[in-house]
Each structure stands twice: as C-alpha cells, then as structure tokens.
Nanobody, 127 residues
Framework: QVHLVESGGRSVQAGGSLRLSCAAFGHTYTPFCMGWFRQAPGKEGEGVAVIAGDGMTSYADSVTGRFTVSQDNAKNTLYLQMNSLKPEDTGMYYC?????????????????????WGRGTQVTVSS
C-alpha cells in the first residue's frame, strides 16, 4: 500500500503558475502508475495527467501545453507544474497511485482506475 499527501494548492490569478506536490510514503515498491485528478463543484471529475514508471505521460486536452507532470523517485514525490492557469482549472486536485502495470490515460482516469488516493489540495484561479 501507499499513502499520498498533496500540497501546493492555493488561490492564484489567471495567467499565474502553481506547482503541486504529492508525497508518497509507507510503500515498499514504487507505484508504476501515478496521476493527478481534479474535481470542481457541480462538475464531473477529470483526469489531468498520468505518468507511468517508464516515463510515459498523458494529459487531458484541456491542460496539454500548460501542465507538466513529473516525479522524483529519490524523494518519492510526484509533481504537477501548472502554468497559464485559467479559472476553469479551479478545483480540488487529487494525487493517485496504482501498482498495476497498465496505466490509464488521463482521458480514461477515473476514481476506480487507481487504488490509492490522497485527500486533495484546493486550487482556485480567479479572473
């Protein structure tokens, strides 16, 4: 199993940048699939970015070119660099991990596709 703790969310103006972090601990083996998912009030949740253990990444169309997912295995930390933020990026951002070896894409990322989740960090983008 693995425990995930997100940080870095805050209020920012449109056009600004944020970097979210997700610290993973309590695991013996590194999860192969890790990702970011967001949920805005009144909207369906959306997979934002997924990174596999082989380095392959996948992004939602809405964030491609603006967001970058990365991980530092030495620090057991997942990151999401978010640039050119828009009000529609507002939401609770959740970190997710799974030990399976077939990772979903960001477009197919759902609550059920990852076995472990953090509690989320709030991002609010004002216009």
């Amino acid at each position: 199993q693995v425990h995930l703790v997100e940080s870095g969310g805050r209020s920012v103006q449109a056009g600004g940048s944020l970097r979210l972090s997700c610290a993973a601990f309590g695991h013996t083996y590194t999860p192969f699939c890790m990702g970011w998912f967001r949920q805005a009030p009144g909207k369906e949740g959306e997979g934002v970015a997924v990174i596999a253990g082989d380095g392959m990444t996948s992004y939602a169309d809405s964030v491609t070119g603006r967001f970058t997912v990365s991980q530092d295995n030495a620090k057991n930390t997942l990151y999401l660099q978010m640039n050119s933020l828009k009000p529609e990026d507002t939401g609770m951002y959740y970190c997710a991990a799974d030990f399976g070896h077939v990772c979903p894409t960001a477009a197919t990322m759902t609550w059920g596709r990852f076995g472990y989740w953090g509690r989320g960090t709030q991002v609010t983008v004002s216009s």
